[in-house]
């Protein structure tokens, strides 16, 4: 099992996996995919403007050497040729680059060429924070806005096939609400009851869940034994549920600003990861971010 | 203007105001209430079970002088009593001993003897945060569940005094939210764009609210600028508006479990804040408390 970032990308060091980037003609993300296929974690397969691409690394001194070019100066046609690479076999994960994360989802959810698996995309951030002994998985902070119970159960099923892939068996998903207590003015936690129990009936599989839980008896176990909490699950999250987007939204920037945490995120559910960086993310979040992909799609292969 | 729990805490001292405890007979609120006497910031008096107070006071070894007992062993009417001494001017600030919230919110809420003010009673809680320059609110983390945009409204009004009390003038509010685009599918953006608006026409007065905003580009102006936000409040919130009580909460929970923050938290739109302290606060975090409560008591004294 993977419990660092350190170990994560180590563990694809030499992957050699291909990587299809949409619309690269991105000083950042050239240096991501380039520090990516120094580690030998990529080869990256470069779609997208090949004039704008090469004027871009001769400016940055990033070299191109094992990098393939497709060039496609549309940016609807160069989503469409990089999730197809996908589609074919020809690349195991899509990055985005300097375009609209809609339009390469509209082509990873294209009926011909696209990567269409579970019926919810969703997004899934993986968190190194200080203190904690294991990664933390937070779903889902930047795709569905406010899931209903089904599509959360689907949520659920998209970071436990992650949590498997780095080597987490039985991952504890926790579904986060306010309080512990089943109340019918609070849905999430309606939805938690219904949860543990499609759980409980083998409906949802391969992890235990658990809750409603608040976050401190979800993720400390001190914090749930002075509460008086018997749920054996308490303190022991690895992936946290969240209701709404904005918890999710709010969660994640504040480990990220303000828990100075490390982490990474990608878009789950379609045939292959989407990695989709954003102009705020660090270095090494680009990077982990390559990594965690590249490890769902070595697991999945 | 207070910048910090430090100087909140040397604001208060030798204030003197009266804190009515309500079902004081608890270890953790009386050494709570010790510290805060001995640093000269309240004159506590307690209401509750007389004996059951004097012995737990006598195996912890808290001395009890300076303190006033009101013995009242049934706990509805020791909190009706705690509340009707601020209702009667002979207390400043009520804080919660061993009993259910709700109990004493039931008492500050009675049509005769209670404390009624706005017409929403929320929560606050202040947050030191390491590498920021000033203390953040967030707000409501505990109270209001899914508060409409009037009910918002008010929330940010009681919030507002808060700041106003610690020497803040005109508080930047933040509604937080998962994007910075008003998008229909999202209640949370639509309501920050209609108190944005009250604000501008004035119903909203004493601070300045800007948002939709997510919580990076509300709280750092680099974040904000690397995203090409022009709001000009971009990054300086000072009370930040979460959209319902979970995303407050898990907010609230990661700041202390995650990001290690100080933090401070009361209940206020009633006419006298009331301090709810919980088991799981440390001993600093009761203390900020009571010192948040009594600064926004003596301001409005």
Redesign the interface.
């Known amino acids: 099992m993977i419990y660092s970032f350190h170990e994560l990308v180590d563990s694809v060091k030499n992957a050699g996996r291909r990587i299809a980037v949409a619309v690269a003609q991105d000083a950042e993300v050239l240096i991501a995919v380039r520090k990516a296929a120094d580690l030998g974690i990529v080869h990256p397969i470069l779609v997208g403007e090949e004039a704008q691409i090469k004027s871009i690394a001769a400016e940055l001194n990033i070299s191109l050497s094992g990098m393939e070019i497709i060039n496609e100066a549309d940016k609807v046609e160069a989503c469409r040729k990089a999730v197809k690479l996908v589609h074919d076999g020809d690349a195991d994960v899509v990055m985005k680059g300097i375009v609209d994360t809609s339009v390469i989802l509209k082509a990873v959810l294209d009926k011909d060429i696209g990567l269409r698996e579970s019926p919810v995309l969703s997004h899934v951030a993986l968190f190194g924070?200080?203190?904690f002994d294991r990664l933390l998985y937070i779903t889902d902070?930047?795709m569905c806005?406010a899931p209903d119970v089904e599509q959360k159960a689907h949520i659920i099923n998209n970071a436990v096939k992650v949590a498997h892939a780095l080597g987490n068996e039985n991952p504890i998903v926790t579904c986060?609400?306010?309080v512990e207590k089943v109340n019918p003015?609070?849905q999430?936690t309606l939805d938690a009851q219904e949860l543990v129990e499609r759980n409980k009936r083998g409906e949802i599989a391969g992890c235990t869940v658990c809750g409603p839980l608040?976050?401190?008896n979800a993720?400390?176990e001190e914090?749930a034994k002075?509460?008086g909490i018997t749920d054996p699950n308490a303190g022991k999250a690895d992936i946290l549920l969240?209701?709404?987007?904005?918890?999710?939204?709010?969660?994640y920037?504040?480990?990220?600003?303000?828990?100075?945490?490390q982490n990474a995120g990608m878009i789950v559910g379609a045939k292959a990861p989407v990695v989709v960086t954003s102009?705020?993310d660090s270095d090494e979040t680009k990077l982990n971010s390559i990594a965690l992909a590249i490890a769902v799609a070595a697991n999945k292969a």
């Open positions: 924070v200080e203190g902070a930047a806005i986060l609400c306010a003015k609070m999430a608040a976050l401190d993720v400390s914090a002075h509460k969240v209701p709404y987007i904005e918890a999710g939204n709010i969660f920037k504040s480990l990220t600003y303000m828990a100075k945490a102009r705020a």
